[in-house]
């Protein structure tokens, strides 16, 4: 047990427009998710906890108005990269705590914004 | 603000020499230790988890040592093989359960 799975795994989008990333667990409940961006050959950098049914917190330097993340149920948390521009090409990676002390990861979402 | 160190940043090695990572960490008042592996445009696997209080935890050829008070942990990957190339993370989780990434060690294991 403890799959989290992410959605899309790659997507290319025209500067300007928004794109929704999903994030699940699939047979776990979690009420909290975290997101993280990953630069080449860099760390994975926290952007925000997710916690179900309440507001996102963001990490210090990450806009919470260009980056929405939404968790509506116990088993999906969502982020939105809107009004999308090449710096925002990256990866994206969702993980979820069954757990308060266990992270599980998704397979991320490489995201190219042309 | 925790901040997690891995050295060496890459490494190569040929088959079947034992691999030493190593990663440190500035503030010991961590919940856990985990080490991740990373393949290239992937996401992430757990390989070891340690609690604060234990000293170490093994899995198969994997075993990692925690020594908190002096901010350090090694993984040893015994009898490497080609398909142990990837990269490694090191990852502390702190009180308010997030957390803080090295870098990364690339392995390359040469057949």
């Known amino acids: 047990g403890a799959v989290v799975s992410q959605h899309p795994s790659w997507v290319i989008c025209k500067s300007g427009t928004s794109v929704k990333i999903e994030c699940r667990s699939l047979?776990?409940?979690?009420?909290?998710m975290f997101w993280y961006r990953q630069f080449p050959k860099q760390s994975l950098m926290l952007m925000a906890t997710s916690n179900e049914g309440s507001k996102a917190t963001y990490e210090q330097g990450v806009e919470k108005d260009k980056f929405l993340i939404n968790h509506a149920s116990l088993t999906l948390s969502t982020l939105t990269v809107t009004s999308a521009h090449p710096e925002d090409s990256s990866f994206y990676i969702c993980s979820a705590s069954k757990t308060a002390t266990e992270a599980f990861f998704g397979q991320g979402t490489r995201l190219t914004v042309v | 603000k925790q901040e997690v160190t891995q050295i060496p940043a890459a490494l190569s090695v040929p088959e079947g020499e034992n691999l030493v990572l190593n990663c440190s960490f500035t503030d010991s008042a961590i919940y856990n230790l985990q080490w991740f592996r990373q393949d290239p445009g992937k996401g992430l696997t757990s390989l070891l988890l340690i609690q604060s209080s234990q000293r170490e935890q093994t899995s198969g050829r994997l075993n990692a040592s925690l020594d908190k008070s002096s901010g350090r942990s090694t993984l040893y990957i015994a009898a490497s093989q080609p398909g142990d190339s990837a990269t490694y993370l090191c990852a502390v989780m702190a009180n308010d359960y997030k957390l803080s990434f090295g870098a990364g060690t690339t392995v390359t294991v040469r057949a």
């Open positions: 047979d776990f409940q979690a009420t909290t």
